[in-house]
């Protein structure tokens, strides 16, 4: 009598296990969600070829150097905004409009003369500003800086490309590629020359440059180019795109790098590194969304274009960032265990400035999920007002709480401006989407 009870409930069990096994293979199979398998694995691989920098570097350079790295960094993404002027935002959208798609080579090639020209305007200003001001840093990794931003303008392109043709594999090759590419520079020009901050600058540089190669030669062979001058309403709907998002940009940027600056100039650059390093370490967040965001970019624009179908945003988004909550909380203990294992002692911080940290990091990566809702309904004018907005709340709590209360005043005041942004883009993208729909109605 037990050894048929026990034989019942092992039977359960493997019945319970198979309908989880197949659960899984039909979740794998589904094409829609093998892309975003594949998207988040590369992302995965390319944070942790990421963590595997943060050691080597953090035991190469001092946090003085390394601040002096993230100051570096800051030069890059501020030239990011301009190089190009946003137009490659365009030319995803429009691979997912009918009436724009046959002509996806003229954007593409309309996109890449802009980031050109505005590299060289860019190249022309900063060399009047050196001959007029004498500012004290190495002016060589400035024009290194602008550089990057190049290649890394045409890399995300391509990589924007094969997002839109659902060609995950491609994006991986260039995702992944560029990042281990500059742990094996690392290797070389930290590890076995020891030409410590230069290295690290060299690497920066020379993992980029062979995808920038690689990426030039896969649009001529692809055929993505298109060698006559593209029309002038081309370069008008990507200038019309683009430029209303500079603000946008600017405040972005200013909202991820402004610290490093103050941080410099209130407390020190010591502080920079520490503060900088505990940023890359949480690094696994921001790829986790960046790849999410991959993946249900084109499945959102997909249900809001469906007019018929009766999808409601303010629900989705609500049990979208609920479930992300659930998943990102043990994410904290075991990066703050990870950063005790991995950082040189005179790396560690607090607990609570690294909590403060993960949890302003999480919010921001749930906002630009649920930011993708206004690029698709073109509300590029309120995407720039609300991070304006946010922006200055940012500056004027770093104002008020650097000085009182150093690194931890500084972690609050970006938790406060991610609260805010995260709350301000669900209330418009409810009223965008509620009035889209009504004037469909109509």
């Known amino acids: 009598m037990f050894d048929l009870a026990d034989k019942i409930r092992k039977s359960n069990r493997i019945n319970v296990g198979s309908e989880k096994l197949n659960f899984f293979l039909r979740f794998v199979k589904d094409s829609k969600n093998s892309v975003f398998i594949v998207y988040l694995s590369s992302n995965i ?27 570096f960094q800051t030069f890059i993404a501020a030239f990011g ?22 002509d996806i080579k003229h954007y593409i090639s309309g996109s890449m003369s802009i980031a050109l020209l505005s590299s060289l305007v860019i190249s022309v200003l900063l060399i009047i500003f050196l001959i007029f001001f004498d500012i004290n840093i190495n002016s060589e990794f400035i024009f290194i800086a602008l550089v990057i931003a190049f290649f890394t303008y045409l890399i995300d ?4 490309i094969h997002q839109g043709m659902s060609q995950p594999l491609m994006y991986s090759f260039y995702q992944i590629g560029s990042t281990l590419m500059t742990l094996i520079f690392v290797f070389v020009f930290m590890q076995y020359y020891s030409f410590g901050l230069d290295g690290r600058v060299l690497s920066a540089l020379l993992g980029p440059a062979l995808f920038f190669i690689a990426a030039l030669y896969s ?11 593209p029309k002038a309403n081309v370069y008008k709907e990507l200038l019309k795109f683009g430029i209303p998002m500079l603000p946008y940009s600017i405040f972005g940027v200013g909202f991820l790098y402004v610290d490093r600056w103050v941080v410099a100039s209130k407390i020190g650059m010591h502080e920079v590194g520490l503060y900088s390093a505990a940023i890359q370490l949480i690094l696994p967040i921001t790829i986790f969304f960046d790849s999410l965001a991959k993946a249900y970019s084109p499945w959102l624009y997909r249900k809001l274009s469906d007019k018929e179908n009766h999808f409601s945003l303010i629900r989705h988004q609500v049990l979208l960032i609920a479930a992300l909550a659930i998943m990102l909380a043990p994410g904290y203990f075991i990066l703050k265990f990870l950063a005790d294992v991995i950082f040189p002692q005179e790396y560690h911080i607090g607990s609570s400035l690294f909590f403060i940290i993960y949890v302003s990091y999480s919010i921001i990566g749930i906002y630009r999920i649920i930011n993708t809702s206004l690029f698709y309904f073109l509300k ?26 150093g690194l931890i005043g500084v972690a609050t005041s970006y938790l406060i401006s991610s609260i805010s942004h995260l709350l301000l883009t669900i209330i418009d993208s409810f009223i965008v989407d509620r009035n889209d729909r009504n004037l469909c109605l109509r």
């Open 81 to 102: 905004i301009f190089v190009g002027l946003n137009g490659k935002g365009l030319i995803l959208r429009n691979l997912f409009d009918e009436n724009k798609s046959s």
């Open 45 to 71: 691989v390319s944070a942790l070829i990421g963590f595997l920098m943060v050691p080597i570097v953090t035991r190469l350079l001092t946090p003085e150097e390394y601040g002096a790295f993230s100051i």
């Open 157 to 160: 392109l391509r990589k924007i």
């Open 219 to 229: 649009f001529k062979r692809s055929d993505f180019l298109s060698w006559g001058v």
């Open 380 to 405: 590029t004018k309120h995407i720039s007002a609300i991070t304006s907005l946010c922006f200055f709340i940012y500056i004027a709590s770093l104002l008020l709480l650097v000085d009182d209360f």
